[in-house]
């Protein structure tokens, strides 16, 4: 083997002691690129702010590590392994930038909790003493122990959130992904979001929140990168990312970050005749 083999081959191989590596990624929808020519490594443990207004792409970069948007070129590895292809999946947790989680099927918090086991045991895997366990754990630490057996529509729109928190952490991730989780909450739930966040980081988690305002997580996230058309133009200390570490004045919570339309600022790619959008709320 070659030097220059050598060197294509240490490239390629994906770095186990990340929790997430990208190099030169380009990450979008179909074929339009959002993201592109980013360069990111995130060390386990680390509690990482994405930051950025709308249309920035903070978004979709979050999206490329869990699947949901197109890897177009470059590398992207989660858990040491490239994106999506981690066996198992419940290493890496995910709350949406949803306000709700109510819906035509009424469910106990409990029951919606419990789906997030699902990652651990299978679809057909019959619910085990270490999941009640797991699953009653997660309830507890949002604070919602209290509510196990309520429907999920009887609960408020903070509340509904950590809900949320508690169906990621059921399944006792390695990874935890967080889209805009203190959007519409009030001052209240927040904190009970940060104290959250704080003990799971305490335990060994590696947090990466995409956020508008990372103000209210402050004592939690320690490091900010910020994302502006579509490139990572500030890695450092969260205090050092400028106003954007806590500007809630452009926060607009029913607009998803990487939404096609009016105002978005890369290229405006999504007047072609086969536009691809990111559903919302699931950004």
Not at 96 to 105: D, E, I
Not at 164 to 175: D, F, G, I, Q, Y
Request: aromatic letters at 2%; glycine letters at 14%; a negative charge.
């Amino acid at each position: 083997m070659t030097g220059r083999d050598l060197a294509e081959q240490h490239r390629t191989e994906p770095d186990l002691d990340l929790a997430v590596g990208l190099r030169g990624a380009s990450i979008g929808y179909g074929d339009v690129p959002v993201v592109q020519d980013v360069d990111l490594t995130v060390h386990p443990g680390e509690a990482l702010a994405v930051l950025g207004s709308n249309g920035s792409g903070k978004t979709t970069l979050a999206r490329g590590l869990l699947g949901l948007a197109s890897v177009l070129g470059g590398e992207v590895t989660v858990l040491g392994a490239p994106v999506g292809r981690l066996r198992e999946r419940g290493r890496v947790g995910y709350v949406p930038q949803r306000h709700t989680v109510s819906g035509a099927v009424p469910a106990t918090v409990r029951e919606v909790v419990g789906v997030g086991r699902l990652a651990r045991r299978g679809l057909l895997g019959r619910p085990t003493a270490a999941d009640r366990a797991a699953v009653a754990d997660a309830i507890d630490a949002v604070g919602l122990g209290d509510r196990t057996r309520d429907p999920v529509a009887s609960l408020s729109g903070g509340q509904q959130r950590r809900v949320l928190v508690a169906r990621a952490l059921a399944a006792e991730p390695e990874l935890l992904v967080m889209d805009e989780p203190t959007a519409g909450v009030d001052a209240a739930n927040q904190e009970t979001l940060a104290r959250v966040l704080a003990e799971v980081s305490a335990r060994g988690t590696t947090l990466l929140v995409v956020t508008h305002e990372a103000g209210p997580l402050a004592g939690v996230l320690t490091r900010a990168v910020v994302v502006d058309h579509g490139r990572i133009r500030y890695d450092g200390p969260l205090a050092g990312a400028g106003p954007l570490a806590g500007d809630a004045g452009h926060h607009h919570p029913e607009d998803p970050d990487d939404h096609p339309g009016t105002g978005y600022r890369q290229h405006q790619p999504w007047t072609s005749s086969r536009p691809v959008r990111a559903r919302d709320g699931e950004q």
